[in-house]
Nanobody, 124 residues
């Protein structure tokens, strides 16, 4: 079994920054993609960012230029740096560790290991 645990969420004001962490353990290989997704109240799960084991990244259009993702393979930890936060970024943020074979499956909970989520609230 594998496990991912997110941390670093909280309450910030518009324009503020947060850095989320995702610690992976157990049966999660360092070759896995580490993805970030979010779900706002009443909305569907949305892709935010992804980083491959080799450091390649992809960032969703709604956060491009404001959010970046990175990882430390030695620590089996991924990060999501969020800058210039807006009220519409308010959501529960989830980390997903996934075999790259399933990368194309996107925001589907059936694939990979998911954390419990961390709440990010951006006040105007």
């Amino acid at each position: 079994q594998g496990q991912v645990v997110e941390s670093g969420g909280g309450l910030v004001h518009t324009g503020g920054s947060l850095n989320l962490s995702c610690a992976a353990s157990g049966a999660i290989s360092s070759s896995y993609d580490m993805g970030w997704y979010r779900q706002a109240l009443g909305k569907q799960l949305e892709f935010v960012a992804l980083i491959t084991s080799g450091g390649g990244t992809n960032v969703g259009d709604s956060v491009k230029g404001r959010f970046t993702t990175s990882r430390d393979n030695a620590k089996n930890t991924a990060y999501l740096q969020m800058n210039n936060l807006r009220p519409e970024d308010t959501a529960v943020y989830y980390c997903n560790a996934r075999d790259p074979l399933y990368r194309s499956q996107g925001a589907r909970r059936a694939f990979g290991f998911w954390g419990q989520g961390t709440q990010v609230t951006v006040a105007s």
